[in-house]
Nanobody, 121 residues
């Protein structure tokens, strides 16, 4: 019931910046948190950053000081400002949303299709 569409990935250069964004749409009562995960080839999916509805954010150690997650609750979007890019940031990045369909109902996890981020000289 929540569709997530990522955009803004693509090809970046070491030391450069990218800003993928994700838009949520559908029928839901509330989105509690939104986040970004990455999956490198042959590796498990892992958390990059997560942001609660109130604005509190958590980051993986590997991106602290370089990435900033923000969200706009009025339009149900989340963005990931990626600065000081490194080749090891190369991965597929997935947007997530934790939502409930009605007040006090159970929460569900929705995943986007993923957007490729490639960092190369």
């Amino acid at each position: 019931q929540v569709q997530l569409v990522e955009s803004g990935g693509g090809l970046g250069q070491p030391g450069g910046s990218l800003r993928p964004s994700c838009a949520a749409s559908g029928t839901f009562s509330r989105i509690r948190a939104m986040g970004w995960y990455l999956q490198a080839p042959g590796k498990q999916r892992e958390l990059v950053a997560n942001i609660a509805s109130g604005g509190n954010a958590d980051y993986a150690d590997s991106v602290k000081g370089r990435f900033t997650i923000t969200r706009d609750n009025t339009v149900n979007t989340v963005s990931l400002q990626m600065n000081s890019l490194k080749s090891e940031d190369t991965a597929v990045y997935y947007c997530t949303a934790d939502f409930r369909r009605m007040a006090y109902g159970p929460y569900f996890r929705s995943w986007g299709q993923g957007t490729q981020v490639t960092i190369s000289s």
